[in-house]
Each structure stands twice: as C-alpha cells, then as structure tokens.
C-alpha cells in the first residue's frame, strides 16, 4: 500500500507568499467597511484612557519616509495599548496654515494674488490644504495604521481656531503677550517683511570697511583714546550703530601702531596688519573679551555712547572680532544689545529711506547712504580702510532686490515670564530617550521671547484690536466674542469685516473716544497653531484629556512642536501637555548619507508598500533603534523581507498542523504534557514577558528581536522541527500529537496577537485560519498574560536549560560526523551518548523518547563508547545505524519487515496503520 495516505501531512490554504502588495489594499478596505476601528474603541470603552496625541504634519506634498516611520511607531503603541488594558483613540492631525501653502498656490499654480481679495486667497489655501491632507490621508492609511482618519483634527477648521484664540487670550489675560521691536528680513523694495523661505542668496558688490571707534571709558582695561576696530560691508547701518561687541573667550590685543593704540582679536591681527598695511606694530598687552564689558566707546560722527557688550555669536572668521551692532537692523545684534537693555534703533523706513533719526542721512537711501556714510567716516578720521567685495547677500526672491534686517513691530510671547515654570515641567515629564530632557531643558533655558506675529496671509489673526490712540485692545470679552464669531464664522471673516464689527455689540473703550476701532493684520506663527492642539484636541475632544500620555515626534521637534505645544500649556494651565515624550531619529540611506534628489538614494514609502508590502516597511519601523538616526536601503528592506518570510512560514507550519485540531475538544490538559512541551510552554511565557516590558517601554526592536528569535531558534530549529515525527507519523487522537498541538495552538495565537501592532495585515490574514478564535479580528483581543506553567518549577527550568546545552554537543558531534561522511541524514545515525555527570545521566534517562528530540534513529545512553569524543557534558558517539529505513516514517530500524503484512515499515508506523488505517489496506 502506500503509507503517504496515512501520514497527517500539514495542509493549509494559508499561502505561502504574502502578496502584500495586492492583497493588503483589500484587507484595509475590508477594515474600514466593517468598522474596525470604532469596533476598537466600542470594545475598550470604559477602560482607562491612553492619550498618544498626534503632531500635525504639515499638508503639503506627498509622504516620504521619515512621515512613516513617524506614523507608524505611532501606530504600534496605539494598537498594542487598545490591547493591553486601555481605551486608546487615535486622532490623526493636520498643520494647515502658512507660507509654505501661500507659495505652493502662487508658484505652482500660478495664482495671481493681486486680482484677490485676501478672503479669496486664504479661501483658495483652504481648499489646497484639504485637497493635500486627503492625499495625505490616503497614504497614511496605505501603511496601515489605525485610527479616527474620517474625524481628524485640523488646524484650519472653525472648531481649531476658535479655541487657539482661546490659548492667545488666555496668555494675554496673564500679561505674557507684548508687542515690541525685532529686526526682520526687509524687501524695501516689496515694502514688507519677509519669511527666511522668500529669501534667495545672490551675489552682491559692498563695501568693505574697517572704522576705529574710539574708546571713552576703559574701566581699567583700555586706556581712553584707545581705538576699537571694528568691520563692516554695511556702512550704512552705522548711524544706527549703538554698540560693540566681544566674544567672552577671545583674547583681544592692544596694538600699538606709531603713536596710536587699536583693539583687534588677536587670531585675527595678522590679517588686519596686512589689509591696514601697517610695516610696524607692536602688541603692548592682551585681555579676555569679556573682561571689556560695558566699556564705553563714541560714535564715530554722533553724540552718542557704545557700549561694549559681550556675546558668543562673535567669530574670528573675518573682520577684527570686535562686531559693530546695531540692533535695528541684525538678529544678533538685536539679543545681545537686549541683554544690556538696549533698545532696537531704525532709522529706516518701509522704503529703506533714513528718517529725521539719522541727521545728515535723512531722506537717502539706503543703499546710496554707503558712500554717504563712509565720506562721512573718513571726514572724521576714523575710516581706517575701504575695498569692495563680492558676496552672498539676501534677496527679495519676487523681486530680485537686496533685503535689509529691520526693526519693526511684532507681537510676542514672554518666555521670560514663565521660564521657570516650564523648566519645572520638564522634570516632571518622563524623556525618551533621557537625553530629550536636557535638549528641551537647554533649548527653553536659552530661548527668547517668542515672536509670534507675521506679516503674512494664510493663518490665524493676532485677535487684536487698536483704539484711536493706537493703544492695542485684548480683553476677555473681546477674544471671547472672536473666538464665537470664529467658531461660526471661520477666520476669514477677520478680513472680510470691518473692526467694529469683528467687537462685541456696542463695546466701548476709553482708547476710542469717537468710538472708532482698528484691527490688527498680522497673522500668528504656525508653531502658535499646532502648539494650540493640547486645548483644541485634548481638552476639546470627546474621549480626550489633557494631559496627553504621550507625544512622539522627529528630533527636530524639540525647538518646534514639543517646545511650542509645552510653552502655550505652561502659560494657560501651568502643566505640561504631556506626560511623556518620545523622539525618533531621522532617516538615512544605507551608508548613512541624508537622503536627497541629486544622490538619487531616495526611498519612498508608496514605493515599498507597491514593491514589498505596508507590513515590511512596518517590520522595518520595528526593527530599527529609532530613537538614534536610522538607516535604509533596497539591501535592508531584503533583509527585513528575509526575517518576514522566517515569520510567515514557521506561522503558516503550525497552521498546516493545527487544521483537524479543534481546541474546546482536543486540548491536552498541561498535567499530562511532556517535560519538553511544558518547557516550550514557559519559554513562550518568558517571551510574552519581555515583549510586553518592551511594547511597555516603547522598545520595538526588542520585541520584533525577541520574537524573532524565538520563531527562528525555539520553534523553528528546534521544537517543531522534532515536532514532525509526532504530528505526521502518530494517529490523528494519539495523546502526544495533541499535546504538541496543544502547545503549537497557545503558541501560535500568542504570536499572532504579538505581532499584531506590527504587521497588522499579516496577523489578521492569520487569524483568519485558526481556528474557534475569541474575536473576529486580533486587533479585538487582547495581548497574551505570562502564566505559571502547571509542574514547571525553578528546577525544571534549570533541567531543561542543561538538556539544550547537552543537545549542542549532540548537535555538534552529528555535524562532524556529516561532514566526516558517517551519516548523511541525522535520521541514519545511532548516537552513544555518555553524561560525564550523575544531573546529565539522570535528565537524559528521564526524557521519554529523547532520540525524537535529537532527531535521530536511535539513542544508546550513557555507554561510553571507545571511539567517543568528548565534548562540553557528554562524551558522543555516532555511527550509521545498521537498521532499515522504515518507509512510512523514514527512522533506521531493526524492526522493519517484522509486521509481515507491512513488510517495508517499522513496527511503530505498522501499530499506527493496523489500528488506524486497516481501512486501506
Ligand atoms: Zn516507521
């Protein structure tokens, strides 16, 4: 006859190649059809909340790589938690507003903004952010992850902003808004600020100047008369020049020259000698910078002082190290003189034109002001030197025209008043990694006041209004009329109404005498907007909480959302918006490069999820350390392919064995387990342990590892692979092959839900196949609890652990004698096997059938063999087997043929067919 016919073979429809690509569209769309996940949220109601509180990306262009990594580790903790004891919603967002829209509509598509009215731009950008954050939307959910995607939150709805005015008001009720001078990117000839996106770096000849301020009080260091050098290629900012400054941990020289003394970094006097064309000079002393503070200096042609500060922006790349600032018109300049109190001074208008506050200049402009200026100087001696250069210099990219740095007006938020308490917060928050804590920590310690106005279209208006003497009115009851009007109306009737109409019915101000109002037209910064989301989101939303329990975004977020969403809770509640924060690393390609256009190493994620499948680049999110930067590349993604295939065909081998076993019926009770199953038994719990501390502690690359690992080396290599001389040769009710089934069952539904948070289209394929399931998804269960094991006790753990170390040696000792040709197939080999000690002798007769778990024909145990070898705990003999290959069963046996009626198969394999299969014989 033949014995294939009464071996149980595994048999599974569950393919063998996931097909990912096409098969997992269908399976989402499945999802979303059937609810899956409100489903989630019905099961998990009444749980206790866990809040990961999404950052917006912005709405603009397609997805790459860093976005899904971003979404999908996001997704892990969402799903593992809605299966770990909490109720957990998943509220996708979207940043909305800002330039980066405004220039995608007025170069891209070419819009004319001139023939708009404001309300008809903003509402064109309304309708290009929401045709992005669908396409958007589209793609995140391709990657799988699981969330409330047809009520997201964003940032440009009614709801939004309204509650955004809310946190604006609320910040200046307290007094933490102001408006003030910052110096600003200036088009003169656009007549507006600027954003750093709308500045293009173009060649520019200017002059080059060197100017000796003369010093007025030394205070000890500097003799007066002494004269401080400092550099310029704008001369024309020296009228507006109140200051001079020092890096503190420079060394500076006092040089003298024929009768006159300068002050110059000392790096940086040999240049300056050269381009002065001094033949003699000599350094009569030397001094740390910032041992010159608050020296005073003249101006070199007003009445005025100059104050010598000290700042680390100084740097001994070109000029003298003694920076000439003017506060009006440089950033830096602007924050160093702040610290010493000293006020931005511009005298130059909206054209670029000096005003009365520059006498003598008045009425030029700017540019032509350079001649002026260094006329001027040389007049009154203290122009030392003059060349011109060509450099790269900032300009208007619409029209093509140099920019200035200019003082001017902006709202912003008083850091400094609430700089503490932000700082306590950031103690109170757990950090991951810890490093987080101190980045945030330093970043907020040093950070200045926060501009939040722009001179912009496309964003929230600074709910402000203006009283005929200019004085700018914020009252309760003002912003809570515009945060009314905005929640009914949106924000672009901020533009299309005028001021009166935009205040409460008959408001009155002593500001206003006529009762006439103004409005402000500067818009808030997009970091005010998402940095809004802990009071629009999490105090607003049904199922929300403030404080989230988690934020987690790129590293770059901790001087943007992380920062920005902890400054704005600080100042309204006093708490941080989160209780923990998590950051991932940036993406690089596989040698480490950034990605980029021009190396052509780009990987995008649409890519992978047509080639691969959504649940390799998933498996590669979980295999990665993403809390330092991450690499990847066609050769990664194999490798993670690889480790996938590992996973799928060790899941679909216990499939194929578990089809007739029906666990309510067949389920072998643990008491009655082998030693070995129960073994597998406690390192599956081992397993759930460390996977759920890992999930628990944010660490994916430990769980898909553990997991891993556990497929590959316990399962695979050993545990199922003995496993087939059972599930294949015994009958079909045989106790030891539902024991073995028993333990393939519990161990399969565990791995399935394991995996579940990271390859969630694979788990439910799988699901789908076992059977009497719980749920009708994974996603609808819950994970796994590490038990006790029934009879497994420390000492058995300790057995079992040396049983592995002894089956090494026999491993070991079976590959020698392969490679030795002895034995080609382990099956052929008889093995002598002697314990060197009484444990190994006593666990070795212990263990029934112990050849099975070798995977050999026969055992002989403890005869030392004369030609063993010894090895770590057992000495090992191997040698052919002299027996006949039984047929059905393929072990070398003495006792084939003894069954007469079945002369080719051993009498094991004959009991099992007379008593099971008489039927076909
Ligand atoms: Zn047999």
């Not at 609430?418 to 950031?426: A, G, K, S, T, V």
Request: charged content about 30%.
């Amino acid at each position: 006859m033949d014995y294939k016919e009464t071996l149980l073979m595994p048999k599974t429809k569950f393919p063998m190649r996931g097909n990912l690509p096409n098969k997992e569209p269908i399976r989402r769309e499945e999802w979303d059809k059937n609810k899956l996940y409100e489903k989630v949220q019905e099961r998990t109601k009444g749980r206790p909340l866990f809040i990961l509180h999404d950052g917006p990306p912005y709405a603009n262009g397609d997805l790459h790589i860093g976005h899904a990594l971003n979404k999908i580790l996001k997704d892990f903790i969402v799903r593992y938690k809605s299966m770990s004891g909490y109720h957990a919603p998943y509220v996708p967002g979207w940043d909305t507003h800002g330039l980066p829209i405004e220039t995608a509509l007025t170069k891209q598509k070419k819009i004319d903004r001139k023939k708009l009215s404001i309300a008809e731009f903003r509402q064109m950008c309304a309708d290009y952010a929401m045709e992005q954050l669908d396409n958007q939307r589209e793609q995140f959910k391709a990657m799988g992850v699981l969330g409330d995607w047809d009520n997201p939150y964003v940032t440009l709805t009614n709801e939004y902003e309204a509650a955004q005015i809310k946190v604006f008001g609320e910040m200046a009720k307290k007094g933490y808004i102001y408006k003030g001078l910052k110096p600003v990117y200036w088009s003169p000839s656009s007549e507006s600020a600027l954003a750093e996106a709308e500045i293009e770096y173009k060649d520019k000849r200017s002059p080059s100047i060197y100017v000796a301020y003369e010093v007025k009080d030394g205070k000890d260091v500097l003799e007066n008369g002494t004269n401080i050098i400092i550099w310029t290629t704008t001369p024309w900012t020296i009228p507006a020049s109140l200051g001079i400054s020092l890096h503190p941990d420079l060394t500076y020289a006092v040089v003298k020259v024929n009768s006159e003394k300068y002050v110059v970094a000392q790096d940086l006097l040999e240049q300056l000698a050269e381009d002065l064309e001094w033949e003699k000079y000599e350094v009569e002393k030397t001094f740390m910078g910032r041992h010159a503070e608050r020296i005073v200096a003249k101006h070199p042609f007003y009445d005025r002082d100059i104050l010598v500060m000290i700042g680390t922006h100084v740097t001994t790349e070109a000029g003298t190290g003694c920076v000439h600032t003017a506060p009006g018109h440089g950033e830096d300049d602007f924050y160093v003189a702040k610290k010493y109190g000293v006020e931005a001074f511009c005298p130059v208008d909206d054209r670029g034109y000096f005003t009365d506050e520059a006498p003598g200049f008045e009425g030029m402009f700017y540019d032509d002001a350079n001649k002026a200026v260094t006329e001027k100087l040389d007049e009154r001696d203290a122009l030392l030197h003059l060349t011109f250069i060509t450099h790269s210099y900032p300009h208007d990219w619409r029209t093509k025209q140099p920019t200035i740095f200019r003082a001017t007006s902006q709202w912003f938020a008083s850091i400094k008043d609430f700089r503490q308490d932000i700082l306590e917060e950031i103690k109170e928050v757990e950090w991951h990694p810890q490093w987080g804590e101190t980045r945030l920590y330093n970043m907020v310690r040093d950070r200045e006041d926060w501009c939040i106005s722009r001179q912009r279209t496309w964003g929230v208006p600074i709910p402000v209004f203006y009283g005929e003497d200019g004085t700018p009115i914020i009252t309760d009851e003002t912003i809570d009329h515009v945060s009314n009007l905005f929640r009914e109306h949106g924000s672009n009737i901020w533009f299309e109404w005028e001021a009166k109409d935009l205040l409460p019915d008959g408001f009155t101000s002593e500001h206003s005498p006529n009762g006439k109002f103004t409005k402000e037209t500067d818009i808030m910064d997009v970091w005010f907007d998402s940095g809004s989301s802990h009071e629009a989101v999490l105090l607003h939303r049904e199922d929300h909480r403030r404080p989230a329990d988690v934020y987690l975004e790129g590293s770059d977020q901790y001087r943007g959302w992380f920062n920005s969403s902890l400054s704005t809770a600080v100042a309204v509640t006093g708490k941080a918006p989160y209780k923990s924060v998590i950051s991932h690393g940036f993406v690089l390609d596989g040698d480490g490069r950034k990605m980029s256009k021009s190396l052509g190493n780009v990987i995008v994620p649409a890519d992978i999820q047509k080639q691969m499948g959504a649940d390799i680049l998933r498996l590669w999110v979980a295999s990665v350390d993403y809390q330092s930067d991450v690499r990847i590349s066609q050769d990664i993604l194999r490798q993670v392919s690889e480790g996938y295939r590992k996973i799928r065909n060790t899941i679909r081998f216990m499939l194929a064995n578990l089809v007739d076993f029906e666990p309510q019926k067949h389920t072998v009770e643990e008491a009655k387990l082998q030693g070995v199953d129960r073994y597998m038994l406690y390192r599956l719990q081992n397993l759930i342990k460390k996977v759920r501390v890992s999930y628990d502690t944010y660490d994916f690359a430990t769980v898909f590892q553990e997991i891993h690992n556990y497929i590959a080396i316990d399962l695979s290599a050993f545990y199922l692979d003995f496993a087939k001389d059972v599930l294949y040769i015994e009958a079909e009710n045989d106790e030891r092959r539902r024991s073995i089934q028993t333990v393939c069952y519990e161990t399969l539904v565990a791995l399935t839900k394991m995996l579940n948070p990271i390859i969630p289209h694979t788990t439910e394929e799988i699901w789908e196949y076992i059977n009497d399931v719980e749920a009708e998804y994974v996603q609808l269960t819950d994970m796994p609890e590490a038990r006790e094991i029934a009879n497994f006790d420390e000492a058995e753990r300790e057995k079992w652990t040396h049983f592995m170390k002894v089956r090494s040696d026999v491993l070991k000792s079976l590959e020698e004698a392969r490679n030795e040709k002895v034995i080609g197939n382990s099956l052929e080999a008889k093995v002598y096997i002697a314990a060197k000690d009484d444990a190994t002798k006593q666990l070795l007769e212990e263990i029934p059938n112990v050849h099975q778990l070798f995977i050999v024909s026969e055992t002989v145990l403890n005869e030392k063999h004369s030609k063993a070898k010894e090895y770590e705990h057992v000495h090992i003999y191997v040698k052919k087997h002299s027996g006949e290959k039984c047929e059905r069963c393929w072990m070398l046996s003495h006792t084939v043929g003894e069954n007469e009626k079945h002369a080719t198969i051993c009498t094991r394999c004959a009991d099992v067919v007379e008593e099971h299969y008489s039927h076909l014989v």
